[in-house]
């Protein structure tokens, strides 16, 4: 179902008509949709969020100054990919008959987005679609959570209790409806162009009212209620308020830096993994769930699939059977998944390197083209000059990162820690050369990408000497931030006595008793400098936390070209776990693929194959995993 009918494939309508007059003298020299928020019209940030949820065709029925919306689309996207249709549909025109004007753009029976251009928003456009799409509706109606404008008595069994303000209001109970409940309807609405005939639209004063209304008592409306940000700017307080003039001194520094990440920013989607265990359910049992973020781990396509030799690397027990995505299907599958709504792609590798793949800039291209944060974690070998151009492109989305594993100081240790002993290659020289590449090119462009490195600590690169050097050295080079942690024993790996690369516990509290104090006395404002223990940290102790809800949440695209439940899953010997292969099938087809109905079956299943197969988490998908489980939330169904 959902990658036939693509976003990009449908029209979204922002009506921009509107004179706005109770924004009281702002509208008289602007329309509405054109007053300016920070340092960009609003409309700028509607055709910028409709663009990053995958739409490429806009309607601008326009009115009340109009020529003035028509000069500014025109001027800010003019060159751009869009399709764009500027129709002037007259002054006072009901919003019904603006639409008549424009009806004829849409073919028939297709489904159409419909917007105010007067409303500040972020919400997952895709998922309001596939609700409209799988409930075969004609209109999909969204409502929005509020900030009550006035104090809130708050009463218990006809006592009252507490007296808020800024009460945030999710449903009221209507006066003579007692069992009904009444949503904030946010004025975004998915249509089926066949619902216009339902009204005669040049006639019909109120278009909400008539056309709403006939389509709920048809039966064929449904209801999306929004998760994300909504702010009507309808009045000069929502406008001051929104460009921060409103409030405090200290209350105006916190909105500045919330309302700034909220705005520049709040595109960081960095926080937990899944928003709510309540949500997370429902929208893996009703097939709605959009995962947190989508890893794709490229094999090269020519000769071995890792030419490093690295003892601890945890795709040490993966064959190599050269399946592989074309490079053209390859970034069809990544354009599916960001036009599916998948907000962050991570570029990283099991048994391999993502920057050893041929193609990388061209997949890394489709994230910065659909606004996706965008991860790294690579050893940083081999840098091309047009990725150090993508990764300090200015428009990259705000905490994109690039992370690179270093574990060494000298050349000398880089190349025994990863299994090349003889090698004489100044490999470790060429890593910090790179990251300089990448931090001064930063620099230059200002571009919001985090620089970090990770140092695996084992017996063979403990010294404080090593240590320190790469400190200075990484700290020279620019990043950000350096970790310190451990390697995790890596699937189908026996732990000699003489252990040299990966430490037991003991050598574990060993080091970091006596390396905690060197490595964070070298911490600056300019770089942070942490040593973590995350399997204590975490208490994890067993190579795997069942049950397993990684595949719904960071599914992983292996070298092999098959969809896999996570980055630590995705190899040819887990290919009786494997989700589907994407060379045959497209990426939400397989995502989708599994029974809702018997989910407790579905997981018994997948989690005894995890069991069977020996598959061993890594941090993060140990924490959500037993965060998941913690709750309870799936209690009486697996
Ligand atoms: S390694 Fe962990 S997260 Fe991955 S499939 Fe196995 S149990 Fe799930």
Redesign the pocket.
Same mark, same amino acid.
């Given at each position: 179902m959902h990658s036939t009918s693509l976003i990009k494939n449908h029209w979204a309508i922002i009506l921009c008509g509107g004179r706005g007059s109770r924004l009281g003298s702002v509208s008289e020299s602007l329309p509405k949709s054109l007053i300016m928020i920070h340092d960009k019209p609003l409309l700028w940030y509607t055709v910028l969020i409709l663009y990053k949820n995958g739409f490429r065709k806009f309607i601008f029925p326009l009115g009340y100054k109009g020529e003035m919306i028509e000069s500014f689309i025109t001027k800010e996207f003019g060159e751009r990919d869009f399709e764009i249709r500027l129709v002037d549909t007259g002054l006072e025109t009901p919003i019904a008959n603006r639409l008549h004007k424009v009806s004829k753009l849409i073919p028939e029976e297709d489904d159409f987005f419909l917007l105010n251009g007067d409303t500040f928003f972020d919400f997952n456009i895709s998922e309001m679609y596939q609700i409209h799409k799988r409930k075969h509706a004609l209109l999909t109606l969204s409502s929005v959570e509020i900030i009550s404008p006035y104090g809130i008595l708050v009463e218990e069994d006809g006592v009252i209790t507490d007296f808020t303000r800024n009460e945030k209001i999710s449903h009221f109970s209507l006066n003579d409806k007692q069992d009904k409940r009444g949503y904030v309807n946010s004025g975004f609405s998915w249509i089926n162009k066949d619902a216009l005939n339902l009204v005669d639209l040049e006639a019909c004063e109120n278009f909400e009212q008539e056309l709403y209304l006939k389509v709920i008592k048809m039966g064929k409306a449904c209801h999306y209620k929004i998760d994300g940000n909504w702010f009507a700017i309808d009045t000069q307080k929502d406008l001051n308020f929104i460009n921060l003039k409103e409030g405090s001194k200290r209350e105006v520094g916190e909105q500045a830096q919330q309302a700034k990440k909220n705005l520049t920013t709040r595109y960081s989607y960095q926080t937990r993994y899944y928003s709510d265990v309540n949500k997370l359910k429902e929208s893996i049992l009703n097939k709605t769930i959009i995962p947190h973020q989508v890893e794709i781990q490229p094999g090269p396509l020519g000769g071995e699939i890792c030419w490093l030799k690295c003892p601890y690397c945890y795709g040490l027990s993966s064959e190599d059977n050269g399946e592989r995505l074309s490079p053209e299907r390859y970034v069809e599958i990544l354009r599916q998944i960001a036009e599916g709504g998948v907000k962050k792609a991570i570029y990283a590798g099991y048994a391999t390197d993502p920057l050893f793949y041929e193609h990388i800039e061209d997949l890394v291209q489709v994230s910065l083209d659909y606004y996706q944060i965008a991860g790294f974690h690579t050893k940083a070998i081999t840098v091309s000059d047009r990725l150090v151009g993508q990764l300090t492109n200015p428009s990259i989305v705000p905490l994109s990162y690039f992370s690179i594993s270093v574990d060494a100081g000298t050349n000398e240790v880089y190349n025994k820690v990863h299994g090349i002993p003889n090698s004489k290659a100044k490999l470790y020289d060429g890593v910090c050369k790179n990251i300089s590449r990448i931090s001064q090119a930063r620099a230059n462009t200002g571009a919001p990408l985090d620089i970090s490195a990770t140092y695996l600590i084992n017996p063979l690169n403990h010294e404080k000497e090593e240590i320190l050097k790469a400190i200075h050295d990484l700290r020279n080079a620019g990043v950000d931030l350096i970790r310190f942690t451990f390697p995790q024993v890596p699937r189908g790996y026996t732990v000699q006595n003489d252990e040299q690369n990966i430490p037991d516990r003991d050598k574990v509290k060993e080091y970091m008793k006596n390396l905690r104090p060197v490595i964070e006395a070298e911490s600056t404002s300019q770089c942070e400098v942490i040593i973590l223990d995350l399997d204590s940290m975490h208490e994890i102790q067993e190579p795997?936390? !069942?049950p =397993?809800f990684?595949?719904y949440i960071f599914p992983c695209i292996g070298f092999d070209g098959w969809l %896999?439940? =996570?980055? /630590?899953?995705a190899a040819p010997h887990?290919r009786a !776990?494997a989700l589907g292969d994407l060379n045959k099938r497209d990426f939400w087809d397989v995502f989708y693929d599994y029974d809702a109905d018997n989910f407790g079956n579905q997981m018994d299943k %997948?989690?005894q194959q995890?069991n069977t197969l020996g =598959?061993? =988490?890594?941090r993060k /998908?140990?924490v959500v995993?037993s965060r998941i489980k913690d709750s309870g939330i799936f209690n009486g169904i697996i």
């Open positions: 795997r936390t !069942l =397993c990684a595949r %896999s439940h =996570c980055s /630590e899953s887990f !776990l %997948s989690c995890m =598959c061993k =988490c890594d /998908e140990h995993n």
